[in-house]
């Protein structure tokens, strides 16, 4: 079974601060993917990677940055927090994909964090 | 106009309903195609892939029509187990595998 853990079920930061969020996969994906959830707004994507120390911008990239030193850890950064980034933050991988086997594209989640920024 | 678009809920339905999804998506590019279902609180899980000819998974069935951009989810004999959040989910040409979701039909079975 593939596991993707995230450091933290719940988080509460105050406004400036610098947040860090984990996440662990531990099935040699070579994807992750960092997502923010709020309610109406569905599954937004922030950055993704497919590689070790590659990372490219998602939809909504503004106000995070992202690290990737090991192809098992992805991690989301929140340089100076905001009341606006009150969120889901949900982490997930899936395996490079391959030409014939779109089903690779599948993205297994982690259990995601829930961040809220007084 | 949204990437991907699913129907709007609630969908709310009698146990041993049937029940369909309707999404669509706007890039004619798009190279695979899912079902993701989202319980209250959880993280978003593969319900099944879509194919171009169609899959049958138990109660569950996707459709695909390429010309059309549409995907379908049909649940046959609803169960109290089967609500929760749907998410059509549709993924580009490149090699990262990036997904689009959309922001999903919640559906309640009731007894």
């Known amino acids: 079974d593939v596991k993707v853990t995230q450091s933290s079920r719940y988080l509460v930061k105050r406004t400036g601060e610098k947040v860090f969020l984990e996440c662990v996969q531990d099935m040699d994906h070579e994807n992750m993917f960092w997502y923010r959830q709020d309610p109406g707004l569905g599954l937004r994507l922030i950055y993704f990677s497919y590689d070790v120390k590659m990372k490219e911008k998602g939809d909504i990239p503004e106000g995070y940055s992202v690290s990737r030193e090991k192809k098992e850890r992805f991690s989301l950064i929140l340089e100076s927090a905001s009341t606006n980034q009150t969120s889901m933050y949900l982490c997930?991988?899936?395996?490079?994909?391959?030409?014939?086997?779109?089903?690779?594209?599948?993205?297994?989640f982690g259990p995601g964090t829930r961040l809220t920024v007084l | 106009r949204k990437e991907v678009e699913q129907d709007p809920g609630p969908f709310n339905v009698p146990e041993g309903a049937t029940v369909a999804f309707n999404c669509t998506y706007s890039n004619s590019a798009s190279q695979s195609f899912f079902w993701y279902r989202q319980d209250c609180r959880k993280e978003p899980k593969l319900l099944m892939s879509?194919?171009?000819s169609g899959n049958e998974d138990g109660r569950f069935t996707a459709q695909l029509n390429r010309a059309s951009q549409y995907i379908s989810l049909l649940i046959r004999d609803s169960k109290l187990s089967d609500s929760a959040t749907y998410l059509c989910?549709?993924?580009?040409?490149?090699?990262?595998?990036?997904?689009?979701f959309g922001d999903g039909t919640t559906l309640t079975v009731k007894p």
């Open positions: 997930a991988s899936s395996p490079l994909r391959t030409a014939s086997h779109s089903v690779q594209d599948t993205q297994y």
């Open positions: 989910v549709v993924n580009g040409h490149t090699n990262a595998g990036k997904s689009t």
């Open positions: 879509v194919y171009s």
